[in-house]
């Protein structure tokens, strides 16, 4: 089983929808939760860290459930400007600091 | 501009040849990494480092090769380059390599061994 896993969709939803999708992880035992956002053949850049209350940025609201293992990204109001690959990211455990990456879900916003 | 370069940006290699990706970054930052991307797989961790001076493997590590002799530089080298190593491959760096530090990534090489 891999550690992270995504829907790899693609999502392809109009202008000013919204679009939600999860991430599941492997180990009960991760502590920290990310949101990567990878534009098209660029670098993944931050997009927003995770926490256990849930949090916004914005458009963007993520949500931690520990107790089934998933966090998901909700986009609201979608422009197009937000197409791009969202990566799931969870470290392994305390005290280590190395990433797992899910593969990405893509999402193409259109006109 | 602060951030991280990485030279070359493509590279088409013959396999078997010897080559170092180069990976510079101006932040101060102390934990540097190496990932390769392939398509359908997530970032896999190929080597890191804490600090100037140590390495560490990754999740992927056979084949490559790095060092750290100095906070703002880390080549990933490919002693016997091999086509399962054709890869877009990104450095990394995170001020402390803490759990909730932020990663900020290179622009990525991409490379073919053919």
């Known amino acids: 089983r891999k550690e992270v896993e995504q829907d790899p969709g693609p999502f392809n939803v109009p202008e000013g929808a919204t679009v939600a999708f999860n991430c599941t992880y492997s180990?009960?035992?991760?502590?920290?939760f990310f949101w990567y956002r990878q534009d098209c053949r660029k670098e993944p850049k931050l997009l927003m860290s995770?926490?256990?209350s849930g949090n916004e940025d914005g458009r963007f609201t993520a949500q931690l459930n520990r107790a089934s293992q998933y966090i998901s990204l909700l986009i609201r109001d979608s422009k197009l400007s937000d197409s791009a690959t969202y990566l799931c990211?969870?470290?392994?455990?305390?005290?280590?600091?190395?990433?797992?990456f899910g593969a990405g879900t893509t999402v193409t916003v259109r006109a | 501009i602060a951030g991280i370069t990485q030279a070359p940006t493509s590279q088409i290699l013959a396999a078997g040849r010897r080559m170092t990706l180069r990976c510079t970054q101006d932040?101060?930052?102390?934990?540097m990494y190496w990932y390769r991307q392939d398509l359908g797989l997530g970032l896999r961790l190929i080597h890191y480092?804490?600090?100037?001076?140590?390495?560490g493997k990754g999740e992927v590590p056979d084949g490559y090769s790095v060092s750290r002799a100095n906070t703002d530089d880390f080549p990933l080298t490919l002693a016997s380059a091999v086509p399962s190593q054709t890869s877009v491959y990104f450095c990394?760096?995170?001020?402390?390599?803490?759990?909730?530090?932020?990663?900020?990534f290179g622009p990525g090489t991409r490379l073919t061994v053919l």
């Open positions: 990394a760096s995170s001020s402390s390599g803490g759990t909730t530090d932020t990663q900020y």
């Open positions: 180990n009960s035992a991760s502590q920290s």
């Open positions: 995770v926490y256990s």
């Open positions: 932040m101060r930052h102390n934990a």
């Open positions: 480092s804490n600090t100037a001076g140590t390495t």
């Open positions: 990211v969870v470290t392994k455990a305390t005290n280590d600091y190395k990433l797992s």
